[in-house]
């Protein structure tokens, strides 16, 4: 019999790195300008997705024609999907938040919900840390 060893894959979540919003305001605003033609072509939409100073999700096509604010990020993906048509789309993800500065044609509520999403985001945070102290503690104490 041939026995082989069970990985597990970790569990840990990297490390993310908390930006204040008055940092928000010394960042540069992403240019959203046509992507080089050699590396995708003119015919392929290309939509930046992304996060805006509130938290909500952003997609935004690069050449301004449509753009639209989400809860969920795989909703912002799913739209740029969607908008891209038969021939797809690319997706780019800039590291700095922005805004939309289009119509929204996405979900007309997820910027009035967005203070509530991000209260419960911190509260389901704060709930796992508390967890975490306590399983962590209980390993404390080990009976001799």
Same mark, same amino acid.
């Given at each position: ?8 894959? @970790? ?5 993310? =790195?908390?930006?204040?919003?008055? !940092? ?5 605003? &992403?240019? +959203? ?6 590396? =995708?072509?003119?015919?392929? &939409? $290309? +939509? /930046? ?6 938290? =909500? ?17 795989? @909703? ?21 938040? +922005?805004?939309? !500065? ?17 209260? $419960? ?8 840390? /508390? +967890? ?7 390993? !404390?104490?080990?009976?001799?």
């Amino acid at each position: 019999m041939t026995t082989m060893p069970l990985t597990i894959p @970790s569990l840990r979540r990297r490390k993310r =790195v908390h930006i204040t919003p008055t !940092d928000h305001a010394d960042m540069p605003a &992403p240019k +959203f300008v046509p992507l080089d033609p050699s590396v =995708v072509s003119d015919a392929i &939409p $290309a +939509f /930046f997705i992304g996060r805006n100073t509130t938290g =909500v999700w952003v997609a935004r096509e690069a050449k301004g024609a449509i753009g639209g604010l989400f809860l969920l990020k795989s @909703s912002a993906v799913a739209f740029a999907h969607a908008e891209g048509g038969a021939t797809g789309c690319a997706t780019i993800f800039p590291a700095e938040r +922005f805004e939309l !500065d289009l119509k929204n044609d996405g979900n007309p509520f997820a910027e009035q919900l967005a203070p509530l999403v991000r209260r $419960a985001t911190t509260l389901s945070r704060r709930i796992g840390r /508390f +967890f975490k102290t306590l399983t962590h503690r209980s390993t !404390d104490f080990h009976a001799s």
